[in-house]
Structure formats: structure tokens, C-alpha cells
């Protein structure tokens, strides 16, 4: 039972010290809170979190013209400076 418990509280601390991150560089997700800048710097809504929001906006409305995945991507690094986005050059795969 030392053992079981022992695994919760570990678990539950992981939780405790975690946050999901939206500019973490191996893709947004859960890491620990000292990991995460935006975290750090108290900003809930940061411009990766709504760089996102714009991606998947765009991708919605070019999907609904009937583009490829690949002539969404294109269309999209046209209008994104893709170079200097956080969110999409972290998640997204060319």
C-alpha cells in the first residue's frame, strides 16, 4: 500500500507543478511551470495561444474552399512571417 501511495503523490505532484504550455519547442503541452515563459511572466493569453487560434481559424476556411492540407500549409506560410511564429513552427508540420 506504501508503494501505491507513494505513486499518487507523486502523481499528484506532477500535476501540481505542471501547466499546459503553448510555447513549449517540442509542441505545446503539459511541462513543468518553471518551463514555461509565458507562465512565468503571469500571461494567460499569450501570442502563441492565440497565434493558434488564428491557425486553425484560417485552416478551417481555406479547408472549406476545398485546399489540400499542402496547399493550406503554403497558404498559410504566406500570410504568417513563419519564421517568427511561436505556436505554428513548434506544432505544425510542413
Do not use: P
Request: contains cysteine.
Amino acid at each position: 500500500m506504501g508503494s501505491e501511495y507513494s505513486k499518487l503523490e507523486s502523481i499528484k505532484d506532477a500535476i501540481q507543478n505542471s501547466v499546459f504550455c503553448y510555447t513549449n519547442k517540442e509542441g505545446q503541452g503539459f511541462v513543468d511551470k518553471s518551463d514555461c515563459q509565458c507562465y512565468l511572466a503571469g500571461v494567460k493569453n499569450c501570442a502563441a495561444y492565440l497565434e493558434q487560434f488564428k491557425f486553425h481559424r484560417l485552416y478551417s476556411e481555406l479547408e472549406k474552399q476545398g485546399l489540400s492540407r499542402i496547399q493550406i500549409i503554403e497558404e498559410i506560410e504566406k500570410r504568417f512571417n513563419w519564421d517568427k511564429t511561436i505556436w505554428i513552427q513548434y506544432n505544425v508540420i510542413k
